[in-house]
Each structure stands twice: as C-alpha cells, then as structure tokens.
C-alpha cells in the first residue's frame, strides 16, 4: 500500500536537516533520568516471533511521558516553575499535564479543535490549562502562551531532549529481547521512531515504520528525498488521531530518512483490524497503538518471518470509534489471530 500523494506541497529542508544524529549514549543518559518515572513496560508475546511492546501501559496510557519528562527536567528550577507548554491532540498534552503536576509546576496545552474529546478532558483533569484553536493554529498559539507566560515551550515530537526519552523504548526492547531482528513503530511527527532508530543504532536491528496511509507524509518523503506536508484536512480523516502530524519535524526527518529501513502506510480499514485482533488478544491499544501492529501485519512474507517487535504507543481510545469496530465483529467473528 502506498500513501495518497494528491494536493502534496514539499518543505524545504534547512540547517537542522544536517544537524547530527542522535545515538545509543544519548538515549542511555535519557534512561537515568526516567528511572523510577516511566513505566519499563512489558513485551506481550502473541505469535511465534512476534511481540508487542506495551507503552498503553504508561501512567498517562501513552509513551509520551517518557519524553515529556525528560525534556522538561532538564530544565532549570526557574524555567520549569515559569510553566511548562505544549501544543496537543492528546497523548502529548496529557503526559506534559501529569508531568507539571508531578513537578508541581503549571502546564499549558494547545489543543486542536478537532482533537477526541475524552484525550482533551484527561489533560483538563490533570490541571493543564486548555487552549482550544483550530488544528494549523496550534503552534503560533502555543508560541503565543510562550510569550504570554514566560513558560517554556516542549514539542510533541521535534526536540533532542524528548527524541531521546521516546528512544527508552528502544533500548528497553534490546535489552528485554537481545534476539529482536525488526522493531516496527508507528510514525506521527516521527518523534518515538527517531528516538528508538537512534537507540538500535549499530546494534543491527531493523527498524520500520508504520503510518496511516491518510497521513502518509514519512512514507512520500521518503519517496521524495525531502520533507513533504500532507494536506491538514486529509491527515485529520484518519482514525488514529495520535499520528495526524502533516510533516515530519526538522529534526525527526533526517533519522527518518537515515536511520529507519522501510515505511509502510495502512489504511483505515487494516488499521480497524489489527485493533480487533488486539482487543481480542487483551491488549486494550487506541487506533495509533495498532498502527505498528497493522504495519507488521502489512510487510512480505519474508520480513514477517524476522523476530519481530510492534510498539503499542497507546491505549487512550476514543470510545465512540472503538465502539464501532468491534461492533463489526459480528460480521468477522472469529477474529483472526496472529499465527
């Protein structure tokens, strides 16, 4: 399958595109500092030589504390009690939110008019304050909060600091299966598949990732040997609400471009089914979560038969989706396994 190419414009790359990769060290200085924060979450066997990677068992239900307080530790006291802010569609914001409390410091999130309403209340029930801004406002709004409070802006993906956190769940893997060949992770604004490519780096293992094919902007730049922007309201179609960034960042895309082996791009409806077979197999993922899953699912049959890791980024789903695809299980029942 291939991502949808219409209506695409190109982002020039700039002088970050060349700054230098992030490797192993700094993933290994990142896990010092998460120790005893985040969650070394389990890996769940569900077929011969392929398992999952279980971030949707996080404190916030997502991978992204591990990023969100890693970036903001290293933040000196007064900057971190000036405010911490972000610009958000869910998992991000709520991981900030849970890490601004645990530090006992404010939070400040920006979040997309479009975002799933229950990811929104979770933020607001850890005591971010809420902006509310249509979805291409998001980043001037939050630059705006900046300016406002004196806060300090962590992205949700484009960051050194937060590359390195989400990179915990590479090393974690290595560590917990030393035979791994393949690590399949989904792709959004390409912050967990840096992090974790710059974990394997040199250590020979594979790594691929997987984006809905509405947002399959990683898969055509790839194609392109640049950075391409996919159309907002194309990217905001797709189920997994967690990977509708339209562009890769400018620090995301050289380790993309580099690092990762292959991107594969699923669409809605393999994305519905590996949710299934996940739900049935008890691993309760959001659509994003089951978007690696759907990627393995989706490769040949040779790379399917390589020892084979899928990162589970989530397990915050919207209640109305999910309620629709297993009410499709009547018509699918039994739900295929993994075998």
């Given at each position: 399958?291939?991502?949808?190419?219409?209506?695409?414009?190109?982002?020039?790359?700039?002088?970050?595109?060349?700054?230098?990769?992030?490797?192993?060290?700094?993933?290994?200085?990142?896990?010092?500092?998460?120790?005893?924060?985040?969650?070394?979450?389990?890996?769940?066997?569900?077929?011969?030589?392929?398992?999952?990677?279980?971030?949707?068992?996080?404190?916030?239900?997502?991978?992204?504390?591990?990023?969100?307080?890693?970036?903001?530790?290293r933040?000196?006291?007064?900057?971190?009690?000036?405010?911490?802010v972000t610009h958000s569609s869910g998992n991000?914001?709520?991981?900030?939110?849970?890490?601004?409390?645990?530090?006992?410091?404010?939070?400040?999130?920006?979040?997309?008019?479009?975002?799933?309403?229950t990811k929104v209340a979770a933020m607001a029930e850890l005591g971010a304050r809420l902006v509310r801004v249509p979805a291409d406002e998001r980043e001037s709004a939050a630059d705006a909060v900046v300016a406002e409070t004196g806060g300090t802006l962590i992205p949700p993906y484009d960051h050194p600091h937060v590359i390195?956190?989400?990179?915990?769940?590479?090393?974690?893997?290595?560590a917990d299966r030393p035979d791994v060949e393949q690590v399949v992770v989904p792709i959004g604004g390409g912050g967990l598949i840096s992090g974790i490519a710059a974990a394997l780096r040199g250590s020979g293992v594979r790594v691929v990732g997987a984006e809905p094919e509405l947002a399959g902007d990683a898969a055509a730049s790839r194609r392109a040997g640049e950075r391409v922007r996919f159309p907002r309201e194309q990217v905001a179609a797709t189920a997994a609400d967690g990977l509708?960034?339209?562009?890769?960042?400018?620090?995301?895309?050289?380790?993309?471009?580099?690092?990762?082996?292959?991107?594969?791009?699923?669409?809605?409806?393999?994305?519905?089914?590996?949710?299934?077979?996940?739900?049935?197999?008890?691993?309760?993922?959001?659509?994003?979560?089951?978007?690696?899953?759907?990627?393995?699912?989706?490769?040949?049959?040779?790379?399917?038969?390589?020892r084979t890791v899928a990162v589970v980024s989530g397990g915050n789903v919207d209640p109305a989706w999910l309620a629709r695809v297993l009410a499709d299980q009547h018509e699918r029942s039994p739900v295929p396994t993994f075998g």
């Open positions: 399958m291939s991502g949808r190419r219409s209506n695409q414009g190109s982002t020039p790359t700039g002088e970050l595109d060349r700054a230098p990769l992030l490797g192993p060290e700094d993933v290994a200085a990142a896990a010092a500092v998460l120790d005893g924060v985040a969650v070394r979450t389990p890996l769940t066997d569900l077929a011969d030589g392929f398992a999952v990677k279980r971030e949707d068992l996080q404190p916030v239900g997502a991978f992204k504390v591990r990023g969100a307080f890693h970036a903001a530790s933040l000196a006291p007064e900057r971190q009690a000036a405010g911490l991000h914001g709520r991981a900030l939110a849970w890490v601004a409390r645990r530090l006992g410091v404010p939070c400040t999130v920006v979040a997309p008019d479009d975002a799933v309403e390195a956190g989400q990179g915990t769940v590479g090393a974690e893997i290595l509708r960034a339209t562009v890769l960042g400018e620090l995301t895309w050289p380790h993309v471009r580099d690092l990762v082996a292959d991107v594969v791009t699923i669409d809605e409806e393999a994305i519905a089914d590996a949710t299934r077979r996940l739900h049935a197999a008890g691993v309760a993922c959001e659509a994003s979560g089951a978007v690696a899953t759907a990627g393995w699912l989706a490769l040949p049959p040779a790379d399917r038969t390589r």
